[in-house]
């Protein structure tokens, strides 16, 4: 290397250090700008605190409202469902000529054979009845696999499809997919009530046909369900009117192997803001307080079973209470 080469490595050795001592300097000099402005903008206790006490009223003031938000997405999807669930089952009625019933247990009255239905389940409720255009409440798959093959109750009872699970429906014994105890009843005691009469040799209300039913759209077919205990029970696939119906034929409410008619009674369950969900037979769909129901409730906001101040007349299909007494 000639000496005119080491003179131009020296000299640009020294550019390079003088641009590194340079780049110190103004990364020193930035540092101590971005402290100075960080202590200029640092907030104190008394402006913290007050931050805080503002941050927390506003959190109390929205939280409710996000809930009520919440729910009412919630209900609309509810709505949504037991629409659906109406027209399916007014679709089955057009298909057989009457209404299904809450549960087959067997074709008729005296057959000596439990009924199958097409999807394999044995003794089916009435949800199974309800697939027109929303398919079976079940899925069957993992227990039919070949034709004659069946399954009960003590293989499952949960559902699998979306359209018979209410989005409000919560309860620390009973599962939302529990189809016997589950979100929705349906309005069997004047729409098909399948409970034997042996004293009689018949069912109890089955099969009711179409044109038994005057006026649909002031006849319930589906709604919320709450069982026969509160705030939530067994046996919530059924929705009792307010009164025994004791003019179709019927006995006792839909627990009926309990003593007392409190005790089997299974009402709507008012779960939405204080109100109930239900569908009718022209496929409107509206929410309503029990009152409006026909229910008589008492100071605690409980039902209060076969009341004679109950009226029935939007379980009835004729538009007319019933006296059932």
């Not at 014994?173 to 189809?179: F, G, L, M, R």
């Not at 919530?236 to 003019?247: G, T």
Request: contains cysteine.
């Amino acid at each position: 290397m000639t000496s005119a080469d080491l003179f131009n490595v020296a000299l640009i050795l020294r550019v390079y250090v003088k641009y590194l001592g340079e780049q110190v300097i103004n990364t020193q000099y930035n540092l101590r700008m971005t402290q100075k402005k960080q202590i200029k903008k640092a907030f104190t206790l008394i402006e913290l605190l007050v931050v805080i006490s503002i941050i927390t009223l506003l959190t109390g003031i929205l939280l409710p409202a996000l809930s009520s938000v919440r729910e009412h997405a919630r209900s609309t999807v509810c709505l949504a469902n037991v629409r659906r669930l109406a027209l399916a089952g007014v679709m089955y009625a057009q298909a057989n000529g009457a209404f299904p019933p809450h549960r087959m247990k067997k074709r008729y009255f005296s057959d000596p054979y439990n009924f199958v239905n097409k999807y394999g389940r044995d003794r089916p409720r009435w949800q199974w009845f309800f697939d027109q255009g929303v398919g079976p409440v079940i899925d069957p798959s993992p227990w039919v696999k070949k034709k004659g093959d069946i399954f009960t109750d003590d293989d499952t009872l949960m559902m699998t499809n979306d359209y018979f699970i209410c989005p409000s429906f919560r309860h620390y014994e009973y599962s939302v997919y529990d189809i016997r105890n589950g979100s929705y009843g349906y309005n069997y005691q004047y729409l098909g009530n399948a409970r034997d009469r042996p004293d009689l040799g018949k069912y109890q209300n089955f099969p009711v046909r179409e044109s038994a039913i005057r006026i649909p759209s002031a006849t319930i077919i589906v709604g919320d369900g709450r069982g026969s205990y509160y705030p939530h029970g067994p046996h919530s696939y059924k929705l009792d009117p307010p009164k025994i119906a004791l003019s179709t034929g019927a006995i006792y409410f839909g627990n009926w192997i309990q003593p007392t008619i409190e005790e089997q009674h299974c009402p709507a369950e008012a779960r939405h803001n204080h109100k109930a969900n239900v569908s009718f037979l022209d496929g409107h769909v509206k929410s309503m307080i029990l009152e409006e129901l026909g229910y008589v409730v008492d100071e605690n906001g409980l039902v209060i079973a076969n009341h004679p101040g109950g009226n029935n007349r939007l379980f009835t299909g004729t538009g007319q209470d019933d006296s059932c007494y």
